[in-house]
């Protein structure tokens, strides 16, 4: 039996600190009614100060070896375990980085309480849709995520766009939860349990006259999920709910909410498709080639910088799904795939963050606007040239290594997944491609000139974030062992499925 969570646990002590900050900050607001800036300045500072001690948390236990290493699935609701650990690690670092960055972006703005109240809300979410073992957990967690993203997606009340971008994503992510509970209910009547453990271990020996239902739940899982994740075909609400929400707001639902999706994801999707005994992996590699070159072409045609962002996103939820497919024949596999989503989550946050501190100087998304950035934003624009690099994944940037070890580990799956390699091979394809109008967007910063060239106050706040992005990509792109070994600490064990899985795992 695993260790049962307690209230001492890590879940449960960020859950607190972050819920009793969250309400707190709007309670305070209640008897503040002056204008001014003073009230944001205020509230971001509480509200980054609540994050910063949930990450020391979070890595005071895992450094004082005082989490369980990586499990599939545990008893109770809740599992203090290296793969929440992990995942808390990096929805945590965006949150910090939106907050932060928040600062420059909500200046002037009304209802600065509201709006990091419901950040810290979120991120509770996101946290434990990570530790999750049990389905109704689970649900609660994504709701909870998922519900105040919606108010921050349409917080620009006065702005149509937000307003539009707030509906879809509001109605996709109703779909979405419909989705879950459908499967989550269609689980419970077959196994008679919500824990993700006992569900799964009574799958294995599902009677055959149940498993179309099985697989029905699974595909219910894939499809809920994926629409967070922003696998393609349930893809179509994310460009539009991106570029309307606040481009802080983006960033949070880029690098954040889609990370909390593939935390589910593995946690069931994953180990429930090898526990029905069935051969999905070449199914998530053709859906991983779809995504990653769908996102990609969306890209290219793209004028607006947050919406080229969220076409990007896309494209590198193809490139995490590599690892996802080849699980049953290498943890080199999802070490990958774990390794580019924390990398991913300080990339993606530095793109949209740099897009931010442009709208905020500029007042404009345009990419036109972008033209000669480089002398008029210069530690913004080489930021977002260092981001854009590291997600095309040039060497020595962090994103290099996570990708050459998702594809490393096609190319090595080929013995036993004669796929393996041509799955590669539309990655390093997909990856030259999305170069293509990363370096569009670097030729408008650096090589073309604007109508004004004069220099503009870059936002100090988000400068300071950017910065803080770039040692982190440059830093972990030099030495990117402590990063990976996390990674692969944080691989849960799968060997539970070896009969069931179709291929030979490693352990």
Do not use: C
């Not at 001014?36 to 020391?56: D, E, H, M, Q």
């Not at 690690?89 to 932060?100: E, F, P």
């Not at 995504?291 to 969306?298: A, R």
């Amino acid at each position: 039996m695993e260790k049962m969570v307690d209230l001492l646990s890590t879940p449960i002590l960020v859950t607190i600190i972050l819920g009793v900050v969250g309400l707190a900050i709007p309670a305070i607001d209640a008897g503040r009614r002056e204008k001014g800036t003073n009230r944001n300045k205020i509230y971001s500072a509480i509200a980054f100060g609540a994050l910063i001690v949930s990450l020391g948390i979070v890595f005071f236990r895992v450094f004082t070896g005082e989490v369980l290493p990586a499990v599939a699935f545990a008893e109770g609701v809740l599992v203090d375990d290296m793969f929440g650990s992990f995942f808390a690690v990096a929805l945590l670092l965006v949150s910090l980085m939106i907050t932060a960055s928040s600062w420059n972006y909500m200046k002037g703005r009304s209802n600065p309480a509201a709006y990091y109240s419901l950040i810290l809300l979120s991120t509770i979410g996101m946290v434990l849709i990570a530790y999750s073992t049990d389905l109704v957990m689970l649900l609660v967690a994504w709701e909870l995520m998922s519900l105040p993203t919606y108010a921050l997606a349409g917080f620009s009340k006065r702005d149509p766009i937000s307003n539009e971008a707030a509906i879809k994503y509001f109605m996709f992510g109703a779909l979405s939860s419909a989705l879950i509970v459908f499967a989550i209910g269609l689980v419970y009547g077959m196994t008679g349990t919500t824990n993700i453990g006992d569900s799964i271990r009574a799958m294995t020996n599902l009677d055959p006259t149940l498993m179309p239902v099985g697989l029905l739940a699974v595909v219910l899982f894939i499809a809920g999920f994926g629409f967070k994740m922003g696998l393609v075909p349930f893809h179509m609400w994310l460009p539009d709910a991106y570029e309307g929400s606040p481009t802080t707001i983006g960033g949070l639902l880029a690098a954040g909410t889609k990370k909390a999706g593939f935390a589910a994801a593995l946690r069931v999707v994953v180990l429930g498709m090898f526990a029905l005994n069935a051969d999905w992996t070449l199914t998530l590699a053709i859906l991983a080639v779809f995504t990653m070159t769908i996102g990609n072409l969306g890209a290219i045609m793209q004028r607006s910088v947050p919406r080229m962002l969220a076409y990007s996103s896309i494209a590198q939820a193809g490139y995490i799904m590599i690892g996802i497919a080849l699980a049953p024949y290498s943890d080199q596999a999802l070490s990958g795939s774990l390794f580019h989503i924390i990398n991913h989550a300080v990339m993606k946050s530095a793109g949209f963050i740099a897009a931010a501190a442009v709208a905020v100087a500029l007042a404009s998304y345009s990419l036109e606007k972008y033209r000669g950035l480089g002398r008029r934003m210069p530690i913004t624009a080489i930021t977002l040239s260092i981001a854009l690099l590291a997600l095309a994944g040039v060497p020595p940037l962090n994103g290099f290594w996570s990708k050459l070890m998702l594809f490393g580990a096609a190319i090595n799956a080929g013995p036993v997944a004669e796929w393996g390699p041509w799955l590669a091979i539309a990655g390093v394809l997909n990856s030259a491609l999305s170069l293509g109008y990363y370096a569009w967007i670097m030729r408008k910063m650096y090589m073309e000139e604007g109508p004004d060239m004069s220099k503009v106050k870059e936002p100090k706040a988000m400068v300071a974030v950017l910065v803080f992005a770039v040692v982190f990509m440059v830093g972990f792109g030099i030495w990117h062992a402590p990063l990976i070994d996390f990674a692969s600490q944080a691989v849960p064990d799968l060997s539970f499925v070896s009969n069931a899985a179709p291929g030979p795992l490693s352990r």
